[in-house]
T-cell receptor, first 113, second 114 residues
Framework: EDQVTQSPEALRLQEGESSSLNCSYT??????LFWYRQDPGKGPEFLFT???AGEEKEKERLKATLTKKESFLHITAPKPEDSATYLC??????????????FGEGTQLTVNP | DTAVSQTPKYLVTQMGNDKSIKCEQN?????MYWYKQDSKKFLKIMFS???????INETVPNRFSPKSPDKAHLNLHINSLELGDSAVYFC?????????????FGPGTRLTVL
């Protein structure tokens, strides 16, 4: 069974204080690892997809990396508007229509001004 | 120009009632999903449909019945609501191309069963 574990559960940072969120996964045949951002009362918002170990993607202050066992979401010089819950999810197995995402429980990030 | 929309946003009802949640996507995607997010914010797949055909049916009570009238719509009907059904329900859609398919989520429907 696919498993995704995110750490820490919650993270408080001062504005400008860089840090990383971790997503460890156990899957049979990774097809993609996804990062989403979720604001309170809203649906998950897509950030990145990573497909293979060594891949990196960047968007503004966020950078996602992938190894064979985990992914990191690096946040450089965060701002208060980066406060949200960050969700990691994996898609595994052979390519079939409607494949499920298996989510971790998320990291709640708070950036104080 | 909302990509994935759901109605209603909030739903408060009594135990034993039957209710429906509607979802529509205007992205032209072939596949739609229902996820449940519990009080601990954990998102779990319930169903997926591809071109109106049921693909995934997780271990969900048969009180939950999805219906897809066309590939842009996926509704969720729940019979005999129970307290444990209280959660936020998210609809999502994806286009099945490439090595994996990115799923785009709606704003969610918060269901409260009293």
């Amino acid at each position: 069974e696919d498993q995704v574990t995110q750490s820490p559960e919650a993270l408080r940072l001062q504005e400008g204080e860089s840090s990383s969120l971790n997503c460890s996964y156990t899957v049979s045949g990774l097809r993609g690892l996804f990062w989403y951002r979720q604001d309170p009362g809203k649906g998950p918002e897509f950030l990145f997809t990573l497909y293979s170990a060594g891949e990196e993607k960047e968007k503004e202050r966020l950078k996602a990396t992938l190894t064979k066992k985990e992914s990191f979401l690096h946040i450089t010089a965060p701002k208060p508007e980066d406060s949200a819950t960050y969700l990691c999810a994996v898609q595994a197995g052979r390519l079939i229509s409607g494949s499920r995402l298996t989510f971790g429980e998320g990291t709640q990030l708070t950036v104080n001004p | 120009d909302t990509a994935v929309s759901q109605t209603p946003k909030y739903l408060v009802t009594q135990m034993g009632n039957d209710k429906s949640i509607k979802c529509e996507q205007n992205l032209g995607h072939d596949t739609m999903y229902w996820y449940k997010q519990d009080s601990k914010k954990f998102l779990k797949i319930m169903f997926s449909y591809n071109n109106k055909e049921l693909i995934i049916n997780e271990t969900v009570p048969n009180r939950f019945s999805p219906k897809s009238p066309d590939k842009a719509h996926l509704n969720l009907h729940i019979n005999s609501l129970e307290l444990g059904d209280s959660a936020v329900y998210f609809c999502a859609s994806s286009q099945d191309r490439g090595p994996s398919d990115t799923q785009y989520f709606g704003p969610g429907t918060r269901l409260t069963v009293l």
